[in-house]
């Protein structure tokens, strides 16, 4: 089976390296980028046959769940090891329009997701609002200048994202094409908690003390460097939109950091802003709020308006389920170790999971990221075991 999907990758590069596809983003000027869209429209047209994945997460009456992955393009595959040898920066993959494409139609060429989520970076957007960063390899992501005072706060500037990422709005037109209606194409951002986290802090943190020191001692630095994110945020969201998501998701990664007290202080309003104002302009982009730890936190997260809540492991689909309600649609929540294990246990929590997740607005996904190392023949055992289930 590992020599199938690896040999199947490989097929799937040499495709898409002599496509026309490929031919246009070498140009100034894409097919993405050549529709002209007005703002809180699509610039593709609604088809009576939705993916899949939008249908669920509507509530409509599906054959069985939707199934994709949190970091599914990535580290764990090797045809994208063998493309990172060729080009070793991460935001060179993710920053270059063909790269970007290429590497999010690895998984989707190899397993046949119910969505294809663009490989990028919720720091991406940082260069744009005048944060310089990178993300070294071994290292993780570098902020030059971290942001602790209000004077720091006001160097910040607001995302023009048709001006400072134009590669995103890109390659997600591209996927659009590419997929047509055969998958959802999820964009994604960083909640405004979680970016400054990096921002403040000047990379990854073990226990957040110099933000959550900032929010406790100086209140004022800290809503004014989250309200100015916001704002980016929203604007963020609704490029991807505009440019061809169909889906986008909201990583809160670090937001259980707080304490559910100080979350609903220093977190929940800026995610509920960013809900309330996408939907002024784009009322039916499903969002999807993400927060790892998250278990403590949902009747939370649910306050917030977000169309799909993406639970963790930290909680068990059955509870969620009576928590949350039946009619709010949740993703999740597969603890991405189980994809080491046997292809029977694999099969065993997949059907435990749908069964207690019940046959509506259920989207099946891991609790976090697929996990370097992952067998690829226990991935495609995975999407397999999904596919063929009828509710």
Avoid at 18 to 43: D, F, N, Q
Avoid at 276 to 296: F, N
Wanted: aromatic share 8%.
């Amino acid at each position: 089976m590992a020599a199938s999907v690896s040999d199947a990758l490989t097929r799937s590069a040499l495709r898409f390296r002599t496509s026309s596809r490929h031919e246009l983003v070498k140009g100034p000027s894409t097919r993405a980028r050549a529709i002209k869209v007005e703002s809180g429209s699509s610039a593709f047209d609604s088809a009576t046959n939705d993916p899949l994945m939008l249908r669920a997460i509507r509530g409509e009456k599906v054959e069985r769940p939707p199934i994709w992955m949190m970091r599914q393009a990535g580290r764990y595959m090797k045809i994208y090891q063998d493309l990172c040898k060729r080009h070793p920066t991460f935001r060179e993959r993710s920053e270059k329009v063909d790269l970007a494409v290429e590497i999010s139609l690895q998984p989707w060429e190899a397993f046949q997701p119910d969505g294809v989520i663009l490989f990028s970076d919720i720091l991406t957007p940082l260069s744009g609002m005048n944060i310089p960063f990178d993300i070294v390899k071994g290292t993780g992501p570098i902020i030059m200048n971290p942001v602790r005072s209000m004077e720091d706060v006001k160097t910040i500037n607001a995302l023009e994202p048709e001006k400072s990422v134009p590669f995103v709005g890109e390659a997600l037109g591209l996927l659009r094409q590419e997929v047509g209606n055969n998958a959802t194409v999820l964009g994604f951002v960083g909640a405004p908690f979680t970016l400054a986290s990096y921002i403040v802090e000047g990379g990854t943190s073990t226990h957040y003390k110099v933000i959550k020191k900032m929010a406790f001692d100086a209140p004022d630095v800290y809503h004014a460097l989250l309200s100015s994110i916001t704002d980016s945020v929203v604007e963020y969201v609704k490029y991807q939109a505009d440019s061809g998501a169909q889906v986008v998701q909201i990583f809160d990664s670090w937001a259980s950091e707080f304490c559910p007290a100080d979350f609903e202080n220093y977190c929940l309003p800026y995610l509920k802003r960013i809900v309330d104002e996408v939907k002024v302009t784009h009322p039916d982009l499903p969002l999807i709020l993400y927060a790892s730890g998250s278990g403590g936190l949902l009747e939370r997260l649910q306050t917030t308006g977000a169309d799909v809540i993406s639970l963790d492991g930290t909680v068990d689909m059955e509870d969620a389920r009576r928590r949350l309600g039946p009619e709010q649609a949740v993703q999740g929540n597969i603890d991405p170790v189980t994809l080491f294990a046997s292809k029977e246990v694999i099969t065993d929590r997949v059907l435990q999971t749908i069964q207690k997740a019940g046959d509506k607005k259920h989207v099946v996904n891991l609790g976090h990221g697929v996990m370097q190392g992952t067998p690829e023949e226990h991935v495609a055992h995975f999407f397999k075991t999904v596919r063929d289930f009828r509710y």
